[in-house]
Protein backbone atom coordinates (compact mmCIF):
# COMPACT_ATOMS: atom_id res chain seq x y z
CA UNK A 1 0.00 0.00 0.00
CA UNK A 2 1.53 3.84 -1.01
CA UNK A 3 2.62 5.53 1.88
CA UNK A 4 0.46 8.94 2.59
CA UNK A 5 2.93 11.09 2.03
CA UNK A 6 3.59 9.99 -1.28
CA UNK A 7 -0.17 9.94 -1.99
CA UNK A 8 -0.12 13.76 -0.65
CA UNK A 9 2.81 14.73 -2.99
CA UNK A 10 1.27 12.99 -6.18
CA UNK A 11 -2.46 14.78 -5.47
CA UNK A 12 -0.65 18.10 -4.80
CA UNK A 13 1.08 17.96 -8.43
CA UNK A 14 -2.05 16.25 -10.03
CA UNK A 15 -3.75 19.91 -8.66
CA UNK A 16 -0.57 22.00 -9.81
CA UNK A 17 -1.02 20.74 -13.19
CA UNK A 18 -4.99 20.93 -13.22
CA UNK A 19 -4.50 24.73 -11.98
CA UNK A 20 -1.87 25.44 -14.38
CA UNK A 21 0.49 26.28 -11.55
CA UNK A 22 2.89 23.57 -12.58
CA UNK A 23 3.87 24.36 -16.21
CA UNK A 24 5.05 27.55 -16.01
CA UNK A 25 8.23 27.20 -18.27
CA UNK A 26 6.26 25.48 -20.55
CA UNK A 27 3.76 28.00 -20.63
CA UNK A 28 6.80 30.89 -20.77
CA UNK A 29 8.50 28.91 -23.68
CA UNK A 30 4.81 28.91 -25.54
CA UNK A 31 4.55 32.64 -25.14
CA UNK A 32 7.91 32.90 -26.47
CA UNK A 33 7.51 30.82 -29.42
CA UNK A 34 3.75 32.92 -29.65
CA UNK A 35 5.81 36.24 -29.84
CA UNK A 36 8.46 35.62 -31.82
CA UNK A 37 6.22 34.29 -34.80
CA UNK A 38 4.12 37.83 -34.64
CA UNK A 39 4.96 41.12 -36.38
CA UNK A 40 6.23 44.07 -34.86
CA UNK A 41 2.61 45.53 -35.22
CA UNK A 42 0.98 42.92 -33.65
CA UNK A 43 2.91 42.85 -30.88
CA UNK A 44 2.76 47.03 -30.47
CA UNK A 45 -1.30 46.10 -30.50
CA UNK A 46 -1.65 43.67 -27.76
CA UNK A 47 0.74 45.97 -26.02
CA UNK A 48 -1.62 48.60 -26.17
CA UNK A 49 -4.45 46.70 -25.43
CA UNK A 50 -2.54 45.30 -21.98
CA UNK A 51 -1.49 48.79 -20.85
CA UNK A 52 -5.26 49.91 -21.12
CA UNK A 53 -6.16 47.13 -18.99
CA UNK A 54 -3.54 48.40 -16.24
CA UNK A 55 -4.40 51.86 -16.97
CA UNK A 56 -8.26 50.73 -15.16
CA UNK A 57 -6.78 47.39 -13.06
CA UNK A 58 -6.10 50.14 -9.92
CA UNK A 59 -8.70 52.24 -10.63
CA UNK A 60 -10.97 49.01 -10.29
CA UNK A 61 -9.70 48.24 -7.88
CA UNK A 62 -9.59 51.16 -5.46
CA UNK A 63 -11.22 51.52 -2.50
CA UNK A 64 -15.02 52.62 -1.21
CA UNK A 65 -13.59 55.96 -0.04
CA UNK A 66 -11.36 56.55 -2.76
CA UNK A 67 -13.99 55.00 -5.77
CA UNK A 68 -16.10 58.34 -7.42
CA UNK A 69 -13.80 61.11 -5.53
CA UNK A 70 -12.56 63.84 -7.62
CA UNK A 71 -8.60 62.48 -6.79
CA UNK A 72 -10.58 58.81 -8.63
CA UNK A 73 -11.70 60.77 -11.13
CA UNK A 74 -8.54 63.18 -11.99
CA UNK A 75 -7.00 59.50 -11.91
CA UNK A 76 -9.40 58.33 -14.27
CA UNK A 77 -8.56 61.11 -17.47
CA UNK A 78 -5.08 60.41 -16.12
CA UNK A 79 -5.19 57.08 -17.46
CA UNK A 80 -7.31 58.05 -20.13
CA UNK A 81 -4.71 60.75 -21.77
CA UNK A 82 -2.03 57.93 -21.07
CA UNK A 83 -3.57 55.44 -23.62
CA UNK A 84 -4.86 58.04 -26.08
CA UNK A 85 -1.10 58.94 -26.54
CA UNK A 86 -0.29 55.68 -27.23
CA UNK A 87 -3.12 55.17 -29.48
CA UNK A 88 -1.83 58.41 -31.35
CA UNK A 89 1.81 56.73 -31.90
CA UNK A 90 0.37 53.39 -33.54
CA UNK A 91 -1.57 55.61 -36.05
CA UNK A 92 1.05 57.62 -36.17
CA UNK A 93 3.31 54.48 -36.96
CA UNK A 94 0.97 52.80 -39.44
CA UNK A 95 -0.29 55.45 -42.18
CA UNK A 96 -0.54 53.19 -45.18
CA UNK A 97 -2.75 51.59 -43.55
CA UNK A 98 -5.18 53.78 -42.47
CA UNK A 99 -7.14 54.91 -45.44
CA UNK A 100 -7.82 51.13 -46.56
CA UNK A 101 -11.62 50.46 -45.77
CA UNK A 102 -13.45 50.01 -43.21
CA UNK A 103 -10.65 50.87 -41.11
CA UNK A 104 -10.83 54.72 -42.57
CA UNK A 105 -14.87 54.58 -41.36
CA UNK A 106 -13.76 53.73 -38.46
CA UNK A 107 -10.79 56.50 -37.88
CA UNK A 108 -13.76 58.70 -38.89
CA UNK A 109 -16.29 57.62 -36.32
CA UNK A 110 -13.97 57.77 -33.69
CA UNK A 111 -13.16 61.79 -34.44
CA UNK A 112 -17.07 62.15 -34.67
CA UNK A 113 -16.99 60.93 -31.39
CA UNK A 114 -14.37 63.37 -30.43
CA UNK A 115 -16.40 66.48 -31.30
CA UNK A 116 -18.96 65.18 -28.99
CA UNK A 117 -16.65 64.49 -25.91
CA UNK A 118 -15.47 68.20 -26.34
CA UNK A 119 -19.14 69.36 -25.52
CA UNK A 120 -19.77 67.18 -22.32
CA UNK A 121 -16.37 68.53 -21.12
CA UNK A 122 -17.57 71.58 -21.60
CA UNK A 123 -21.12 70.42 -19.80
CA UNK A 124 -18.56 69.04 -16.86
CA UNK A 125 -16.80 71.61 -16.61
CA UNK A 126 -20.16 73.61 -16.21
CA UNK A 127 -21.20 71.39 -13.76
CA UNK A 128 -17.62 71.78 -11.69
CA UNK A 129 -18.37 75.68 -11.19
CA UNK A 130 -22.21 74.52 -9.89
CA UNK A 131 -20.07 72.62 -7.21
CA UNK A 132 -18.22 75.54 -6.61
CA UNK A 133 -21.11 77.69 -6.46
CA UNK A 134 -22.37 75.49 -3.41
CA UNK A 135 -18.91 75.48 -1.75
CA UNK A 136 -19.57 79.28 -1.55
CA UNK A 137 -22.72 78.76 0.11
CA UNK A 138 -21.04 76.72 2.87
CA UNK A 139 -18.32 79.04 3.52
CA UNK A 140 -21.22 81.67 4.18
CA UNK A 141 -22.84 78.81 6.71
CA UNK A 142 -19.07 78.57 8.12
CA UNK A 143 -18.79 82.32 8.43
CA UNK A 144 -22.13 82.66 9.80
CA UNK A 145 -21.44 80.51 12.72
CA UNK A 146 -18.23 81.31 13.38
CA UNK A 147 -18.39 82.83 17.11
CA UNK A 148 -15.05 84.72 18.90
CA UNK A 149 -17.83 86.28 21.16
CA UNK A 150 -17.60 85.09 24.94
CA UNK A 151 -21.67 83.89 24.77
CA UNK A 152 -21.12 82.17 22.01
CA UNK A 153 -23.28 81.99 18.53
CA UNK A 154 -25.74 84.53 18.51
CA UNK A 155 -29.35 84.19 17.27
CA UNK A 156 -28.78 86.29 13.89
CA UNK A 157 -25.98 84.33 13.38
CA UNK A 158 -28.39 81.16 12.69
CA UNK A 159 -30.29 83.35 11.03
CA UNK A 160 -27.99 84.06 8.51
CA UNK A 161 -26.61 80.24 8.35
CA UNK A 162 -29.85 79.13 8.32
CA UNK A 163 -31.11 81.42 5.22
CA UNK A 164 -27.72 80.35 3.37
CA UNK A 165 -28.35 76.72 3.94
CA UNK A 166 -32.00 76.98 2.05
CA UNK A 167 -30.41 78.89 -0.85
CA UNK A 168 -27.86 75.92 -0.96
CA UNK A 169 -30.40 73.59 -1.00
CA UNK A 170 -32.29 75.16 -3.40
CA UNK A 171 -29.74 75.42 -5.33
CA UNK A 172 -28.86 71.55 -5.11
CA UNK A 173 -32.59 70.49 -6.07
CA UNK A 174 -31.82 68.45 -9.05
CA UNK A 175 -33.79 69.81 -11.38
CA UNK A 176 -32.81 68.29 -14.95
CA UNK A 177 -34.80 70.98 -17.06
CA UNK A 178 -33.10 73.83 -14.96
CA UNK A 179 -29.95 72.23 -13.97
CA UNK A 180 -28.14 73.68 -16.38
CA UNK A 181 -29.32 77.39 -15.78
CA UNK A 182 -26.26 78.01 -13.14
CA UNK A 183 -23.29 78.21 -15.32
CA UNK A 184 -24.17 76.09 -18.85
CA UNK A 185 -25.68 79.83 -20.18
CA UNK A 186 -22.41 81.27 -20.45
CA UNK A 187 -21.10 80.68 -23.26
CA UNK A 188 -17.74 79.33 -21.56
CA UNK A 189 -14.85 78.23 -23.19
CA UNK A 190 -11.70 76.52 -21.86
CA UNK A 191 -9.47 79.13 -23.04
CA UNK A 192 -9.24 82.54 -20.74
CA UNK A 193 -9.16 85.94 -21.83
CA UNK A 194 -6.80 87.30 -24.52
CA UNK A 195 -6.26 90.18 -25.72
CA UNK A 196 -4.51 91.46 -29.12
CA UNK A 197 -2.24 89.75 -31.32
CA UNK A 198 -2.08 86.63 -28.77
CA UNK A 199 -5.88 86.46 -28.41
CA UNK A 200 -6.39 86.32 -32.19
CA UNK A 201 -3.07 83.54 -32.57
CA UNK A 202 -5.02 81.40 -29.96
CA UNK A 203 -8.35 81.87 -31.90
CA UNK A 204 -6.52 80.73 -35.49
CA UNK A 205 -4.71 77.76 -33.41
CA UNK A 206 -8.51 76.12 -31.81
CA UNK A 207 -6.65 75.37 -28.63
CA UNK A 208 -8.77 77.39 -26.14
CA UNK A 209 -12.20 76.94 -26.95
CA UNK A 210 -13.99 74.28 -28.41
CA UNK A 211 -15.33 73.47 -31.86
CA UNK A 212 -18.99 73.68 -30.94
CA UNK A 213 -18.95 76.03 -27.65
CA UNK A 214 -21.36 75.88 -24.99
CA UNK A 215 -24.60 73.44 -24.77
CA UNK A 216 -27.61 74.73 -25.70
CA UNK A 217 -31.39 74.51 -23.31
CA UNK A 218 -32.57 71.61 -24.76
CA UNK A 219 -28.64 69.64 -24.89
CA UNK A 220 -28.61 66.85 -23.09
CA UNK A 221 -25.38 64.76 -21.12
CA UNK A 222 -27.42 61.19 -21.30
CA UNK A 223 -28.25 61.95 -25.06
CA UNK A 224 -24.54 62.70 -25.98
CA UNK A 225 -22.86 59.76 -24.35
CA UNK A 226 -25.39 57.33 -26.34
CA UNK A 227 -25.15 59.06 -29.46
CA UNK A 228 -21.38 57.91 -28.89
CA UNK A 229 -22.56 54.21 -28.81
CA UNK A 230 -23.97 54.65 -32.79
CA UNK A 231 -21.80 51.82 -34.50
CA UNK A 232 -19.57 51.08 -31.27
CA UNK A 233 -19.12 47.59 -31.82
CA UNK A 234 -16.09 45.66 -31.93
CA UNK A 235 -15.18 44.20 -35.41
CA UNK A 236 -15.02 40.72 -36.20
CA UNK A 237 -12.45 38.90 -37.62
CA UNK A 238 -14.06 37.96 -40.97
CA UNK A 239 -15.04 41.53 -42.38
CA UNK A 240 -11.67 42.90 -41.13
CA UNK A 241 -9.06 40.43 -42.20
CA UNK A 242 -5.99 41.83 -42.86
CA UNK A 243 -6.30 44.75 -40.43
CA UNK A 244 -8.48 43.07 -37.44
CA UNK A 245 -5.85 44.22 -34.45
CA UNK A 246 -5.71 47.94 -35.91
CA UNK A 247 -9.07 48.15 -35.75
CA UNK A 248 -9.24 46.73 -32.72
CA UNK A 249 -7.63 49.96 -31.29
CA UNK A 250 -9.82 52.21 -32.96
CA UNK A 251 -12.68 50.36 -30.95
CA UNK A 252 -10.56 49.96 -27.87
CA UNK A 253 -10.14 53.83 -27.83
CA UNK A 254 -13.87 54.92 -29.30
CA UNK A 255 -14.81 52.92 -26.17
CA UNK A 256 -12.45 54.12 -23.34
CA UNK A 257 -13.32 57.55 -24.44
CA UNK A 258 -17.20 56.87 -24.21
CA UNK A 259 -16.75 55.01 -20.98
CA UNK A 260 -14.34 57.72 -19.03
CA UNK A 261 -16.96 60.42 -19.94
CA UNK A 262 -19.35 58.16 -19.07
CA UNK A 263 -18.07 58.02 -15.28
CA UNK A 264 -17.23 61.86 -15.21
CA UNK A 265 -21.03 62.80 -16.10
CA UNK A 266 -22.01 60.09 -13.27
CA UNK A 267 -19.96 62.16 -10.85
CA UNK A 268 -20.53 65.87 -11.58
CA UNK A 269 -23.89 67.45 -12.15
CA UNK A 270 -24.65 67.76 -16.06
CA UNK A 271 -27.77 68.95 -17.63
CA UNK A 272 -29.86 66.32 -18.17
CA UNK A 273 -26.85 63.23 -16.95
CA UNK A 274 -29.40 60.56 -16.14
CA UNK A 275 -27.56 57.33 -16.56
CA UNK A 276 -28.03 55.12 -19.39
CA UNK A 277 -26.76 51.17 -19.13
CA UNK A 278 -24.81 49.81 -22.08
CA UNK A 279 -22.93 46.50 -22.34
CA UNK A 280 -18.84 45.99 -22.05
CA UNK A 281 -17.57 43.62 -24.32
CA UNK A 282 -15.88 40.78 -22.82
CA UNK A 283 -13.59 39.05 -25.55
CA UNK A 284 -10.59 42.22 -24.61
CA UNK A 285 -7.89 41.94 -22.10
CA UNK A 286 -9.04 45.74 -20.06
CA UNK A 287 -12.69 43.95 -20.25
CA UNK A 288 -12.45 42.65 -16.69
CA UNK A 289 -11.34 46.37 -14.95
CA UNK A 290 -14.05 48.47 -17.10
CA UNK A 291 -16.48 45.70 -16.19
CA UNK A 292 -16.12 46.10 -12.29
CA UNK A 293 -16.10 50.31 -12.45
CA UNK A 294 -19.37 50.32 -14.57
CA UNK A 295 -20.98 47.97 -12.13
CA UNK A 296 -19.89 50.02 -9.36
CA UNK A 297 -21.24 52.73 -10.93
CA UNK A 298 -24.16 51.52 -11.48
CA UNK A 299 -24.81 49.96 -7.64
CA UNK A 300 -23.87 53.43 -6.25
CA UNK A 301 -26.46 55.65 -8.59
CA UNK A 302 -28.96 53.28 -7.40
CA UNK A 303 -27.92 54.26 -3.85
CA UNK A 304 -27.55 57.74 -4.41
CA UNK A 305 -30.51 58.62 -6.78
CA UNK A 306 -33.02 57.61 -3.76
CA UNK A 307 -31.85 61.16 -1.78
CA UNK A 308 -32.17 62.48 -5.37
CA UNK A 309 -28.75 63.53 -5.48
CA UNK A 310 -27.24 65.75 -7.65
CA UNK A 311 -23.82 63.82 -8.76
CA UNK A 312 -21.97 60.49 -7.69
CA UNK A 313 -18.94 62.10 -6.74
CA UNK A 314 -17.53 61.59 -3.17
CA UNK A 315 -17.30 64.94 -2.10
CA UNK A 316 -20.74 65.70 -2.94
CA UNK A 317 -22.14 63.43 -0.85
CA UNK A 318 -19.58 64.23 2.06
CA UNK A 319 -21.07 67.86 1.39
CA UNK A 320 -24.76 66.49 1.54
CA UNK A 321 -23.92 64.99 4.75
CA UNK A 322 -22.48 67.61 6.72
CA UNK A 323 -25.26 70.17 5.33
CA UNK A 324 -27.57 67.55 7.02
CA UNK A 325 -25.92 67.73 10.02
CA UNK A 326 -25.60 71.32 10.81
CA UNK A 327 -29.04 71.61 9.62
CA UNK A 328 -30.62 69.41 12.90
CA UNK A 329 -27.95 71.58 14.51
CA UNK A 330 -29.09 74.75 13.69
CA UNK A 331 -32.85 73.74 13.91
CA UNK A 332 -32.72 71.84 17.11
CA UNK A 333 -31.18 75.71 18.44
CA UNK A 334 -34.77 76.90 19.98
CA UNK A 335 -33.14 79.07 22.79
CA UNK A 336 -30.23 81.51 22.91
CA UNK A 337 -27.78 81.68 24.32
CA UNK A 338 -26.73 77.89 23.49
CA UNK A 339 -26.11 75.36 26.29
CA UNK A 340 -22.42 74.36 26.75
CA UNK A 341 -22.96 70.95 25.17
CA UNK A 342 -25.12 73.04 22.03
CA UNK A 343 -22.28 75.10 21.66
CA UNK A 344 -19.75 72.38 21.22
CA UNK A 345 -21.46 70.20 18.87
CA UNK A 346 -22.37 72.89 16.89
CA UNK A 347 -18.64 73.66 16.27
CA UNK A 348 -17.65 70.23 15.78
CA UNK A 349 -20.34 70.53 13.02
CA UNK A 350 -19.04 73.40 11.34
CA UNK A 351 -15.69 72.37 12.12
CA UNK A 352 -16.48 69.45 10.03
CA UNK A 353 -18.47 71.40 6.91
CA UNK A 354 -15.44 73.79 7.10
CA UNK A 355 -12.92 70.15 6.31
CA UNK A 356 -15.19 69.57 3.30
CA UNK A 357 -15.38 72.92 1.95
CA UNK A 358 -11.30 73.07 1.70
CA UNK A 359 -10.63 69.56 0.46
CA UNK A 360 -13.46 69.87 -2.55
CA UNK A 361 -11.88 73.19 -3.54
CA UNK A 362 -8.94 71.56 -3.89
CA UNK A 363 -10.17 68.64 -5.64
CA UNK A 364 -12.56 70.52 -7.94
CA UNK A 365 -9.15 73.20 -8.73
CA UNK A 366 -7.21 69.42 -9.69
CA UNK A 367 -9.92 68.29 -11.65
CA UNK A 368 -10.82 71.48 -13.18
CA UNK A 369 -7.04 71.57 -14.86
CA UNK A 370 -7.13 67.87 -15.51
CA UNK A 371 -10.23 68.82 -17.49
CA UNK A 372 -8.72 71.24 -19.62
CA UNK A 373 -5.57 68.87 -20.59
CA UNK A 374 -8.34 66.41 -21.15
CA UNK A 375 -9.86 68.83 -23.45
CA UNK A 376 -6.74 69.93 -25.44
CA UNK A 377 -5.66 66.16 -25.95
CA UNK A 378 -9.03 65.18 -27.46
CA UNK A 379 -8.99 68.13 -29.41
CA UNK A 380 -4.93 67.75 -30.80
CA UNK A 381 -5.68 63.82 -31.63
CA UNK A 382 -8.65 65.02 -33.91
CA UNK A 383 -6.53 67.85 -35.42
CA UNK A 384 -3.51 66.18 -36.31
CA UNK A 385 -5.30 62.69 -37.10
CA UNK A 386 -7.59 64.03 -39.91
CA UNK A 387 -4.53 65.61 -42.18
CA UNK A 388 -2.98 62.40 -41.80
CA UNK A 389 -5.85 60.38 -42.71
CA UNK A 390 -6.67 62.53 -45.51
CA UNK A 391 -2.92 62.53 -46.97
CA UNK A 392 -3.52 58.34 -46.79
CA UNK A 393 -6.66 58.51 -48.58
CA UNK A 394 -5.05 60.94 -51.32
Known sequence: MPSTSSSSKSFKAFRRTVLGFGGDQNQIHSEEVDNESKSPQDLEIEEFQNHVCNQFKSLSDSSADEFLSTDWICKLLDAFVSCLEDFKLILLKNPENLSKPPLDRLLMEFYDRSIKALDICNAVRDGIERVRLWNKHLEIVSSASDSKQKNGISEWQFRRA???LNDLAILMLDDHKD???VASHRNRSFGRPNKGKEANHLRKQGHSRSLSWSVSNSWSASKQLQSMTNNLAPPRANDIPLHFGLANCVFTMGFVLMFVLWNVVAAIPCQDRGLFNFSVPRQFPWSGPLFLIHTRVLE?????????????????????????????????AHQFPLTEEQQKEVKEGIQELSLVCSTSKNGLDTLDRQLRNVFRKIMCCRTEGLPTLSRAQS
Open 179 to 181: SGS
Open 300 to 332: ESKKRDRKNSPGLLREIYQMEKSINLVSDLIDS
Open 162 to 164: RKA
